[in-house]
């Protein structure tokens, strides 16, 4: 049982590039969620899904799209990267549930524009 | 959401007790409190969940008085590997995809 897996784990971007995080998650979660952390900060979310087909903005959604095509896979793309944008990337997800499960974390993308 | 206030850092030795307080003053009726664990390098990791008294598992215990504005997570006997950031999170369905991790408190034991 993977959990949550984050490919890649290390990228090196020049400013204007493009590219996609995928997380992928096998305990058949509705919720996923994109986070950012950066030095010495907590986490804020970026967006997050509640279902498949679905997303929505969380708290820094500039400059980032996401994709929800099939349920076990949230994507998340930085169409001109900006070295702004360079941070550690989280992945998370959640099953619906009225009780507040806690959310499971990937280990993280980390990621450098240059 | 219920805004949450934890200290920023804390420093204790191997074998000793450490207590984490969160101060959660305006939560909600259906708020539960949860704590993360985060090491260097690695995504936040669940330790606990509560609603209200008192929860205990085999990593920590959680304590909530009965106002429910503060809370109080125990490392019992800590080790060198329990340096690491927590977090402390309230909230509740449906609203708890808003749920944000602040900076948390860096614990750090030392030998």
């Known amino acids: 049982n993977a959990g949550v897996t984050q490919t890649p784990k290390f990228r090196v971007l020049k400013t204007g590039q493009s590219m996609t995080l995928l997380c992928a998650q096998d305990m058949n979660h509705e919720y996923m969620y994109w986070y950012r952390q950066d030095p010495g900060m907590g986490l804020r979310l970026i967006h997050y899904s509640v279902g498949e087909g679905t997303t929505a903005k969380g708290e820094v959604p500039d400059g980032y799209n996401v994709s929800r095509l099939k349920k076990q896979n949230f994507l998340l793309g930085l169409e001109s990267a900006a070295p702004s944008q360079t941070s550690v990337y989280f992945c998370?997800?959640?099953?619906?549930?009225?009780?507040?499960?806690?959310?499971?974390f990937g280990d993280g993308t980390r990621l450098s524009i240059l | 959401l219920a805004k949450t206030t934890q200290p920023i850092s804390m420093d204790s030795y191997e074998g000793q007790e450490v207590n984490i307080t969160c101060s959660h003053n305006?939560?909600?009726?259906?708020?539960?409190i949860t704590w993360y664990q985060q090491f260097p390098s690695q995504g936040p990791r669940f330790i606990i969940q509560?609603?209200?008294t008192k929860v205990t598992n085999e990593v920590a215990s959680l304590f909530i008085p009965a106002d429910r504005k503060s809370s109080t997570l125990s490392l019992p006997r800590v080790s060198l590997s329990d340096t690491a950031v927590y977090y402390c999170l309230v909230g509740a369905y449906p609203n708890d995809y808003k749920l944000s991790f602040g900076a948390g408190t860096t614990v750090t034991v030392r030998a």
């Open positions: 305006n939560i909600a009726t259906n708020d539960y």
């Open positions: 998370a997800s959640r099953p619906w549930d009225i009780h507040n499960q806690p959310q499971h």
């Open positions: 509560g609603y209200k």
